[in-house]
């Protein structure tokens, strides 16, 4: 994999590109300034966490069918331990096994089981949804705050909710003492089979 990472008078660009993909990246973005006005999840009162419907038995079920129809997490994925619901919120409490390598900040290890719980807000609570995981193609912000620069801990809590506007989801992670980690504002997704592959045609002479 590499990154590329551009200037011109509109800003910082980047893209991340697989060897001999260069036309056609897998994922790119701008980059903004630390005092940019991005969407930050405020901090929480612990107390929070405990509030709402229990949906715990409802999400798991909805994971079984994810399993069979998008396949289960790897064994050293986070697992969602607790999930509950309040006002449109959901609020999850994930962990990772004990011993299991982590200090990432952007971890597959622990989005695995955020895609899944979105996936359950999108439709598996009512019942509605197929098992297959939709997958987040955009968003309009990633906040990450000076407390996980060493990366996440082995156990967090994330909430999610919709955007007022219903433009995309609103996703935050935070330790066990309330305190925000990360940020992930107006998130996208779509199923795989509508997603356009991103390509970069160059212009003949």
């Known amino acids: 994999m ?6 011109d008078s ?4 980047y893209q991340v590109t697989a060897d001999g993909e260069e036309a056609a990246p897998c994922h790119l973005g701008e980059l903004l300034p630390q005092d940019a006005e991005a969407f930050r ?9 405990a509030a709402g ?3 715990l038995s409802a999400f798991r079920t909805f994971a079984a069918r994810c399993a069979t129809h ?3 997490p790897a064994p050293e994925a986070a697992a969602v331990q607790e999930l509950r619901f309040e006002d449109g919120v959901l609020t999850a409490r994930l962990t990772r096994p004990a011993g299991a390598a982590h200090g990432m900040v952007i971890d ?3 989005l695995d089981a955020v895609w899944r719980v ?3 807000a999108e439709g598996g609570e009512s019942g509605t949804g197929s098992g297959a995981l939709p997958f987040p193609y955009a968003m309009e912000s990633v906040t990450l705050e000076p407390a996980a620069q060493a ?3 082995e156990a967090l809590w994330l909430r999610l909710w919709r955007r007022a506007d219903d433009s995309g989801w609103t996703l935050s992670l935070h330790d066990a003492g309330g305190q925000t980690l990360l940020t992930l504002d107006g998130v996208l997704t779509a199923p795989h089979d509508a997603l356009a592959e991103i390509r970069f045609e160059e212009e003949p002479l």
């Not at 590499?2 to 200037?7: G, I, K, N, S, T």
């Open 2 to 7: 590499r990154l590329a990472v551009r200037q």
């Open 10 to 13: 509109a800003g910082l660009f």
């Open 41 to 49: 999840a405020p901090t929480l009162d612990a107390a929070t966490f």
């Open 53 to 55: 419907a229990d949906v």
């Open 70 to 72: 998008s396949g289960p």
């Open 108 to 110: 597959p290890l622990y």
């Open 118 to 120: 979105l996936a359950f």
């Open 151 to 153: 990366g996440l801990p």
